[in-house]
């Protein structure tokens, strides 16, 4: 259903469902995640000298900005670390034109007159 398209449209029989059997993968899963994948030793078997974070967030037309996201994002990349993230971000890095903006917006708060 998922490759053809009518993923939107799934719905769980939870009398066939069965959720042992989820839990047990769910944790086998897990623990390769911890084991493997996260491990100074998997890290250097890898080679990989810049620490990496996946960021998974909700990103949706609604509410495309998160802001605590992005300054937890940001953060982690003044850091240093290689981020990666599930969703478009892009706009946080865009330079931002304050002579386009209106004289309102300009002396906002009367704290810093442009």
Known sequence: AMSNGTGSR???????????????????????VEEFMLSSQRA???RI???????????TAAKPVDY???????????LGLEIYV???MSYIFAD??????????????QRFPL
């Open 68 to 78: 605590l996201r992005e300054l937890l994002v940001i953060g982690l990349l003044e």
């Open 10 to 32: 799934l719905t769980l029989d939870h009398g066939r469902f069965d959720r042992a059997l989820f839990e047990r993968l769910r944790k086998k899963v897990l623990h390769y």
């Open 49 to 59: 000298t810049t620490p990496r974070v996946f960021v998974h967030s909700t990103c």
């Open 96 to 109: 931002f034109d304050v002579a386009s903006q209106a004289e309102t917006w300009k002396t906002l708060w």
């Open 44 to 46: 250097l078997e890898l």
């Open 86 to 88: 599930n969703c478009d």
